[in-house]
């Protein structure tokens, strides 16, 4: 099974690509994919055909999602940071590497 530093509920800012600089919450982490949904950041335009539940159909913007390697983790000062565990009374804790807080 993979494992990636970044988890459903963190911050992030995108480090690459057309939306470089973008700040925003994971929503969604797609492990299979290696990718990331973040709220906010790569939005697309989704065409939708009339339904029952939506008879007007129409055209929806929505998350698209990114590959984790354009992700970095922003900890508690704003300031991006890499990842790290420590042990912490018996369990291992995640740390920012930059100013050794727990996250």
Known sequence: MKKF???????????AGAHKGAEGKVSKVLLSKDRAIVEGVNMV???????ATNPQGGIKEKEASLHISNLS??????????VGFTSKDGKNVRIAKTT????
């Open 45 to 51: 335009s989704k065409h939708e055909k009339p339904s």
């Open 100 to 103: 050794k807080e727990v996250i």
């Open 73 to 82: 983790l922003i900890d508690g000062n704003g300031k991006s940071t890499r």
């Open 5 to 15: 530093k970044i988890k459903t509920g963190d911050t992030v800012r995108v480090i």
